[in-house]
């Protein structure tokens, strides 16, 4: 058996324990070592030895072959990718050429893991994807990587992780002579580079820190900036020439706390470890566990009236007010020991789990919760029979508090995982089924817990930081740093929370989750027990054999505050901006929220909004030469304060950028020239226009170049000449004001030139728009420009998603659909013969949905049969657009129109690009278009980046003469 020797002289019992059970972990684990891999058997299926062929790593910034280049070396600050190629022989391992699977092993996570990848034949290459993170989430080492083959084939690299550095640590506030002084603990790792200063971050509402001062490399800091009631809030992180660490643990103190909560006795016993309040009989039950006793204290004279002999080191104390019995963790003797209150005898023993250290009781399912520290789970003893009717196993890791709620029959138990790297949970039990509900992972080591069973408020001690949760939503509610602090008491009837700090208690206002006080007991006080009836606590002083007695009822006279002060306001960028000073009282109790007041006129304030603990607020709801007449008061949990000095302030509209310009049209009178107009902005932004800025785009809007960065002129119009032929081009426009640039219009395309087959058809002009339809289920492709040529034809196409076509028109005239695909979306093709000019092709859709809408203008069009065939597509399991078309005659053209959903990207037409849109998370329309000189099978298709259903439509254009 383990020698709890060093425990009984310890000051924390729990970090003994975590300290004996990770060691024994650890060493039962071993170290791996891989210098070397051990080849054996993978275990894959007919097993290709594959060879590497490719092994590409790619850090975000720059490539690197580790075939080529073996053990090469490079840096990550967080994670990095690699791609390899490994290439099956022509037999398995098993002799034959089945099907199987090829096998590769990696130590990455620090040991050997080996992976089967399949399937696969012979002769082939298998090409494999890793994203690898730093594992131990933090830099400053070098970490040396090898994967392996059964093929006698390795990639070995080397990384440098480089990071900011890790949190600061145990941030602790304590006030102290009308300052605050700050200390923590330097982060565990710098990342890689020295740690040159430390940020101070303060404010006085939690989680709204800002920037204080920057110090040295130092860890400590004391604020002297206070005021007298003012609850200061605290983070700080640490600097490195990389960068800034994330903030450390929250941390709070008030200057000076509330009275009252004073010791008022101290009585003395024997290494007093746990204690356990029955509040019927007002009997204190102390466990010694020097003495293997438990110790009873009549609460009424505060002495110690009787002494019970128990079982060997006695910690954990549970009371039940109902039955008076008291049920005691012996922990070295893994069992319980039942007391009868009334005879203050032992009446039974039961065997627990190893090392029992924690108790909880259900005085109204009569059930008790053993929180077994060494066996890591807890057991349930049926009051009635004083049996272990069940087990509970919440987490993989120690047991350190349990607590009850008797009103929700929940249970709640911090544990701390047994891993390489602990980490600490609040386990949240159902009590009617002993199963775990859910958890939440805090820090890294789990202490005490407690319920106050009126707020159903769950007060957890994780990594010294206490946490309050909902006992509703389980949602983590507030989270406070508590030093030093292990043990947790609730007193529900004042709602305040207790808690061991070192050699002191610090009382927290459950309803502000402020530190109100902080108590001096004995030494090492390692328990808390609270009668909620007489509002006494008793604390278990291990380290000077006493027990310090508490009277919580608080003898402060609170007030509201008194009034706000220097209430001033300020005007910027059409808001008006509030800042005032606290109160010079806060009626000795935390201010928890200020009302600002708002009216038109002066003397008729009424409320406009509550804000937290801050003093200042900036109203945005505000109208331009509006003058606005402010007050504000202070609100503690006593009440409101009267109204602050009356301020006012008058806002007026800020000049801003300009608008976007609005009709952007793009028509292509030749090979070589694009011509743009628009509309000027709405809203200049309160400042004249004075010129547009051009942008274009050859990949359909991904990436932009300026071809005008001002034209310096007001004209909406603009001529982009000496393009390439047969080339599409995005523009979008951008106007310029006194302030700057402004937002861009919407974008339009064209092509330039027209491809001409002899005797055959024409392209004079592209265009296309995208969009959700208006609430008129309209989308509209502005002034398109349909060309002067002979036999013109006007087609437009449409894909949507949840919503098919009921019309189309140019210029008012209505056009014919010849081809329909309305299954998974909607794919149609619309023609108008022989239309003239320009004009404005309005789509009209049967429902609100995102469409994309595109337009072809053709010349030499047979006008009596213009479309001779056309055919639609639809698929039922995700793949890429595809679709095939026989043609009728020579020197036709087909067009293909795709419409796929999902926010998918379509690629790699093999027809002829013309438009290719996304309009993200709805709807992906595309087209493209071929020449065909003899008649034949014609298939257009693309490449979708991830699979969806698809509708596709292609139609052939009939020449007018061949």
């Known amino acids: 058996m383990i020698s709890l020797y060093l425990l009984k002289s310890s000051i924390s019992t729990r970090s003994f324990l975590t300290l004996v059970f990770t060691s024994l972990f650890l060493v039962s684990l071993g170290m791996i070592s891989h210098n070397a891999f051990a080849m054996g058997s993978s275990g894959c299926y007919n097993e290709y030895h594959a060879p590497f062929v490719s092994f590409m790593i790619n850090n975000g910034t720059k490539t690197f072959d580790a075939l080529a280049n073996p053990g090469v070396t490079f840096n990550s600050d967080g994670s990095f990718n690699v791609t390899f190629v490994m290439h ?17 092993i990696d130590d990455y996570f620090g040991f050997e893991n080996g992976a089967c990848i399949g399937p696969v034949g012979p002769n082939q290459n298998v090409t494999t994807s890793l994203a690898i993170s730093n594992q131990r989430l933090y830099g400053g080492y070098v970490q040396r990587i090898i994967f392996g083959t059964h093929a006698s084939s390795s990639a070995t690299f080397n990384v440098q992780w480089l990071s900011s550095p890790q949190y600061s640590q145990n941030l602790q506030a304590m006030p102290s002579n009308a300052q605050i002084g700050l200390s923590w603990s330097a982060p565990f790792d710098n990342g890689g580079y020295p740690i040159t200063n430390y940020k ?24 002297t900036a206070i005021t007298r009631g003012q609850t200061y809030f605290y983070k700080v992180t640490a600097v490195n020439s990389i960068g800034e660490s994330a903030p450390s ?25 746990g204690v356990g309040v029955d509040s019927g009989t007002n009997k204190i039950y102390v466990s ?6 438990i110790s009873v204290i009549d609460g009424t004279t505060n002495t110690v009236t009787s002494t019970i002999p128990v079982g060997n080191y006695p910690l954990g104390v549970g009371v039940n007010p109902i039955t008076h019995k008291i049920y005691v963790d012996n922990a070295e003797a893994y069992t319980v020991s039942v007391i009868d209150g009334t005879t203050n005898t032992v009446t039974s023993t039961i065997p627990v789990g190893s090392y029992p250290i924690s108790i909880a009781v259900n005085q109204k399912t009569n059930m008790i919760y053993v929180g077994n520290f060494g066996s890591s789970n807890i057991s349930v003893i049926n009051g009635s029979s004083d049996t272990v009717v069940s087990t509970i196993t919440p987490w993989l890791g120690y047991i350190d508090g349990v607590a009850v709620n008797p009103s929700t029959n929940m249970v709640y138990a911090t544990t701390t995982c047994t891993c390489l790297h602990p980490y600490a949970y609040l386990a949240i039990i159902n009590g009617t089924t002993n199963s775990l509900t859910t958890s939440i992972q805090k820090g890294n ?52 929370i207790y808690m061991t700090n070192g050699n002191a208690i610090s009382v927290i206002d459950g309803f502000t989750n402020n530190v109100v006080n902080t108590i001096p007991v004995g030494n090492s006080p390692t328990g808390i ?79 406009l909004t509550t804000v937290g603990n801050t003093t200042s607020y900036t109203d945005t709801t505000v109208t331009a030469g509006q003058t606005y007449f402010y007050k504000v008061t202070a609100v503690n949990f006593v009440g409101e304060s009267s109204q602050s000095n009356e301020t006012s302030a008058t806002p007026t509209a800020p000049v801003t950028v300009s608008g976007a310009p609005t009709g952007l049209a793009a028509t292509a009178p030749s090979s070589s020239q694009i011509n743009l107009s628009w509309t000027a902005p709405a809203n200049n932004g309160g400042s004249a226009v004075t010129g547009y800025m051009i942008e274009r785009s050859t990949d359909n809007g991904t990436t932009w170049s300026t071809i005008a960065s001002n034209t310096g002129s007001t004209t909406t119009t603009y001529n982009d000449t000496g393009l390439a032929a047969r080339t599409t081009y995005t523009y979008r426009v951008s106007a310029i004001n006194s302030v700057g640039t402004g937002f861009p219009s919407n974008t339009a395309s064209a ?75 909607d794919a149609e ?50 793949t890429s657009p595809k679709i095939s078309i026989t043609t009728k005659y020579a020197n036709d053209w087909v067009l293909d129109l795709p419409s796929i959903y999902g926010g998918s990207t379509l690629g790699t037409p093999t027809c002829t690009q013309q438009w290719d849109v996304n309009v993200p998370n709805a709807i992906t329309g595309a087209s493209s278009s071929i020449a065909v000189p003899t008649a034949g099978v014609i298939t257009c298709g693309w490449t979708a980046n991830s699979g969806d259903l698809y509708d596709d439509a292609a139609i052939e254009i009939n020449a007018a003469s061949r």
Request: glycine share 10%.
């Open 88 to 104: 099956t022989p022509s037999i398995s391992s098993w002799n034959n050429t089945n099907p199987g699977d090829a096998w590769y």
């Open 200 to 223: 101070i971050y303060r404010s006085t509402g939690s989680g709204t820190e800002t920037l204080l001062t920057t110090i040295g490399n130092v860890t400590s800091y004391t604020d």
């Open 249 to 273: 643990n929250e941390a709070n103190a008030t200057m000076p706390g509330i009275s009252g909560d004073a010791v008022t006795a101290t009585i003395p016993v024997d290494s007093p470890s």
């Open 288 to 293: 010694n566990s020097g003495n293997n006793t």
């Open 445 to 496: 080591n789990g202490y005490g817990v407690g319920v106050n069973t009126v707020t159903n408020r769950i007060y957890a001690d994780l990594s010294r930081i206490l946490y309050v949760v909902d006992g509703v939503t389980n949602n983590v509610m507030n989270m406070m740093s508590m030093g030093d602090a292990n043990d947790v008491g609730v007193n529900p009837t004042t709602n305040k």
């Open 529 to 607: 027990g609270v009668n909620s009836n007489t509002n006494k606590i008793y604390v278990p002083n291990y380290g000077s054999n006493t027990i310090s007695v508490i009277d919580g009822n608080s003898s402060s006279t609170f007030t509201v505050p008194s009034v706000p002060q220097n209430l001033q306001a300020t005007v910027d960028n059409s808001q008006v901006v509030l800042s005032w000073s606290a109160p010079s009282s806060n009626g000795d109790a935390s201010i928890t929220n200020y009302n600002v007041y708002r009216g038109t006129s002066s003397g008729t304030e009424t409320l």
């Open 751 to 825: 092509t330039t030139g027209a491809i001409i087959i002899t005797k055959g058809i024409a392209l004079s002009n592209t265009q296309s728009t995208s969009g959700t339809v208006s609430s008129s289920n309209t989308i509209t492709i502005s002034n398109f420009n349909v060309g002067s040529d002979s036999n013109r034809l006007l087609v437009v196409g449409v894909s949507a998603n949840n919503n098919d076509v009921a019309s189309v028109t140019f210029g008012g005239a209505s056009l014919t659909r010849t081809a329909y695909s309305f299954y998974n979306n």
């Open 829 to 878: 093709f619309w023609y108008l013969k022989n239309p003239s000019g320009t004009g404005d092709i309005t789509v009209t859709m049967n429902g609100s949905t995102p469409a994309v809408v595109g337009a072809y203008a053709f010349s030499g069009v047979n006008q009596t049969v213009p479309i001779p065939t056309h055919v639609v597509k639809h698929n039922t399991s995700p």
